[in-house]
């Protein structure tokens, strides 16, 4: 499991912070492809009660409440939103590789924080959706002030699964995407690549626009290593003992070519991917992604 505290480093989130200062000056709003116009006013309506805590707005207490359970609780309202933003996290085992020191899924973690922390802080409405060999938690989107914390929870009390089965669960998560929004899938996308492309279709069929952040581990991509090396699958369990000097111009022509057909069928459905490491800072990683992406809109 993730500790919830390790996505939100004061630092890093300052940095987005940062981020979306910049992004402004780049494009009204970071998620621009199905927004309204900015200029559009809000309305809001009642969402549920939560206990009042120091510092709370005292406008929004429930008196009529407080007389009845002698207890403080305060109105929490959902904004009406720019769009609805669907996060799909992979959780499956090979997300787990950490050769460089930090997971695969707890990058991706981290992005899915800084994204829905960049998109609560412009009123859309964020969810998340975690993923294997099927749909392992879900969080409907919503605006509400303390989604970001629901969405942290989340995360960090769902633990990886070791199979991954990518056409089952993206056509699961495509079922609990209901309104036209923005799908981010977060993912390292190892599995058969005809299964990956029937999710993705699922997807796009139900008019989502679909941003893919393909997601390595800089080993897996490369292989820069010498010698005899214990080759361990983190989902299958299988292992394999080799000379790496034999095999690696032959793995990286394999995953220039797998890389090259995912970007092709990416390409062809009209999906944004995105390739990132996890050595990458993910604040710049980001920012690069926005002003590429402002320059297309």
Known sequence: MIDPRSLTDPAFFSRM???????????????????????????????SHREYVPGDDPRYINWKLFSRQRRLYVKEFDAETNMNLYILLDVSGSMECANTGRTKLHYGASLAAALAHLALKQRD??????????????????AKPHQLDEILRLIATTEARPQSEAARALQQSAELCRHRGMVVII???????????????????????????????PWERDLPLDGNIRFHDLETGAE????????????????????????????????????LTTDDPLDQALLDYLVRRSRVL
């Open 187 to 217: 993912s390292d996308l190892f599995d058969d690549i005809d299964a990956i492309v029937k999710g993705l279709e699922h997807l796009r069929f139900r008019n989502h626009e679909v941003v893919l952040f393909h997601l390595w581990d």
């Open 125 to 142: 409405a964020v969810g998340v959706t975690l993923f294997a060999d099927g749909v392992l938690g879900h969080l409907a989107p919503r």
């Open 240 to 275: 394999l003992s080799t000379r790496v000097e034999g095999i690696r111009d032959a793995y990286r022509d394999a995953v220039a070519e797998w890389r090259q057909r995912i970007e092709v069928e990416c390409r062809n459905r009209a999906i944004d991917r995105v390739e």
């Open 17 to 47: 912070e940062s981020l979306e200062l910049r992004a402004r000056s780049i494009v009204e709003g970071f998620l621009t492809g199905l927004h309204r116009s900015p200029f559009v006013g809000f309305s809001v309506e009642f969402a």
